[in-house]
Nanobody, 126 residues
Framework: QVQLVESGGGLVQAGGSLRLSCAASGRTFNGYAMGWFRQAPGKEREFVAAISWRGGNTYYADSVKGRFTISRDNAKNTVYLQMNILKPEDTAVYYC???????????????????WGQGTQVTVSS
């Protein structure tokens, strides 16, 4: 089992920045890719970014490319999502997820992930 805990969400004005963190515990000695997803009220969960086990490969949704950066520190079992130039349409609950099946990362289908955090709210005001 793996437990994931997100933090760093909050309220920010448009154009501002936030950094989300996702701390993993449990079966973390195995390699796993990580992803960030988000879900706004009334909308489906959507892919935001993903990173491979060793961090060499990163993937982004077109809507966040150039504004968001995913990174990881395996020594701390933590993955980060740096979000810059935030827009009101970025408002959502953000979830991190672990994928033990494909450690090269890049899975954009949330159904392919094995473990999920509880989510953290990000609200961007205009």
């Amino acid at each position: 089992q793996v437990q994931l805990v997100e933090s760093g969400g909050g309220l920010v004005q448009a154009g501002g920045s936030l950094r989300l963190s996702c701390a993993a515990s449990g079966r973390t000695f195995n390699g796993y890719a990580m992803g960030w997803f988000r879900q706004a009220p009334g909308k489906e969960r959507e892919f935001v970014a993903a990173i491979s086990w060793r961090g060499g490969n990163t993937y982004y949704a077109d809507s966040v490319k150039g504004r968001f950066t995913i990174s990881r520190d395996n020594a701390k079992n933590t993955v980060y999502l740096q979000m810059n130039i935030l827009k009101p349409e970025d408002t959502a609950v953000y979830y991190c997820a672990a994928d033990f099946k494909w450690i090269d990362g890049g899975q954009t289908d949330w159904l392919q992930y094995d473990y999920w955090g509880q989510g953290t709210q990000v609200t961007v005001s205009s």
